[in-house]
Nanobody, 117 residues
Framework: QVQLVESGGGLVQAGGSLRLSCAAS???????LGWYRRVPGKQRELVAS???????NYAESVKGRFAISTDYAKNTMYLQMNSLKPEDTAVYYCNTRRIGGTTRDYWGLGTQVTVSS
């Protein structure tokens, strides 16, 4: 089991920045770590993902504005969000995909990000 707790969401004006944090109960170098977001009425979409030793992946809509990072000493992943736009408004979830005999996905409860125009 992996417990994930997001924090750092809030209300920000367009053009502003936020940094989301996700504290994990455990974090392995083999985990695939990611941030997703969901807008009501739409499917959850991948925002960014990273695996130790590999380059991060980003959705086209956030490339150049968002950055995912990890601190394995603190079992924490981050999402730095700059130049925020109203269309970035969503609930943001962190995800751990633990690769093993059985690959399993774990999710946090989410944190709301609202960008006002």
């Amino acid at each position: 089991q992996v417990q994930l707790v997001e924090s750092g969401g809030g209300l920000v004006q367009a053009g502003g920045s936020l940094r989301l944090s996700c504290a994990a109960s455990t974090m392995f170098f083999s985990d695939v770590l990611g941030w997703y977001r969901r807008v009501p009425g739409k499917q959850r979409e991948l925002v960014a993902s990273i695996t130790s030793g590999s380059s991060p992946n980003y959705a086209e809509s956030v490339k150049g504005r968002f950055a995912i990072s990890t601190d394995y000493a603190k079992n924490t992943m981050y999402l730095q969000m700059n130049s925020l736009k109203p269309e970035d408004t969503a609930v943001y979830y962190c995800n751990t995909r633990r690769i093993g005999g059985t690959t399993r996905d774990y999710w946090g409860l989410g944190t709301q990000v609202t960008v006002s125009s």
